[in-house]
């Protein structure tokens, strides 16, 4: 059925359709309209059968998580940011125990300064803690999304964060195809865990275990991942069988056939950038896109095969490895290795900043020319940066950096000299 809704209300009226059998719910800006969404319809009787937990943080949210999910319970929970890093320690807990918990993160950068606008800082800072990460362009795919990743999950045992933009698609206003129960329920069968705790047949999870198993029982997570790998594409074909649309998989690649420039990104910046190449490939420019739907598990030899012929990529990412630069361009590196081409990391929107078509423009022309630096920040005001750096170095009390940049902007009043 086709509705007109928020990208958050979308998302939880999915994770309902999805049956969860326990919510824990932490409100954080901006996953807080998901958890909101499917609280009310628990209040109501809509969604059946589920206990809504209200926790008093985010590690408790997912500490709860662990216990529902290792109890046997279909478990869903949503965070952003701060929260993320909050439950890190629990996050490989949940991995690490092999829990098929379903996790929205709704991206947003982590501070210090404080920012509450979309990066994907968070997600990116648990790209090694164990639990597989996908990455939604739309609405429509962050709803299809948490679907698929209620049954990868519960296959593999082991956890899913879908990613999603945070107030750039939650709090976005389209219309998307919203699917029955009836499909739903045809696609995801009722949960049947690998491992549980019951009072009539104790065991113990989480042991303590030493170097004779420690490397053997990771190797096996990691494994996992790899079958993930070979399953996130056979459940998109099936998702698209019953669903009728093609949603999720490992990549996707737009005008991309003849393409000499590659750009490289994941999220909701991808239609920009699909915008930008359309007036690009009108001029005769040939450019075309990879877009990464599966960044853990990541999938190498999809990015190797779709980038193998172009003469330069460029990866846009939304994050930023200080000291050293790009963090999804280290990953595309990795899957071409000797391949001789150009490569060059931009690093774009990070704490909100918009992403314009005229900016990429300028960006995508000077990449066709090869005369883009290996590492370059789309849009850095370098006369702000410079005029702190300078202070710096005129004197040893110099101030917070952030809040010195802000008083040269005037968004704060400056301090009486």
Known sequence: MLKQTEGSHAVAEAVALCRPEVICAYPISPQTHIVEGIGEMVKSGELKDCEFINVESE????????????????????????????MAEAVFNASGLGLPIVMTVANRAIGSPINIWNDHSDSL?????????????TNQEALDLHIQAFKLAEELSLPVMVCMDGFILTHAYERVDMPTQAQVDAF?????????????????????????????????????????????????????????????????????????????????????IKDTVDEMRDAGVKIGVLGITSYRPFPLKNVREALKNAKRVVVLEKSLAVGKGGIVSSDVRMALSGIQLHGYTVIAGLGGRAITKKSLHALFDKAGRDELEPLTFLDLDWTTVNKQLERERSKRRSGPAAENILRDLGTVASRIA
């Open 59 to 86: 590690f408790a949210a997912m500490s709860v998580a662990i216990g529902s999910s290792a109890t046997g319970a279909r478990t869903y929970t949503a965070t952003a940011s701060q929260g993320l890093l909050f």
């Open 125 to 137: 800072s648990q790209r090694d803690c164990g639990w597989m990460q996908l990455f939604a362009e």
């Open 188 to 272: 995801l069968p009722p949960y049947v865990p690998r491992q549980v705790l019951d009072p009539s047949d104790p065991v113990s999870i989480g042991a303590m275990v030493g170097p004779e198993a420690f490397m053997e029982v990771r190797y096996l997570a990691h494994a996992k991942q790899m079958q993930a790998l070979e399953r996130i594409p056979e459940l998109a074909a099936e998702f698209k069988a019953i669903f009728g649309r093609e949603t999720g998989g490992l990549t996707h690649t737009y005008r991309s056939e003849d393409a000499e420039t590659m750009i490289v990104a994941m999220g909701s910046v991808l239609g920009t």
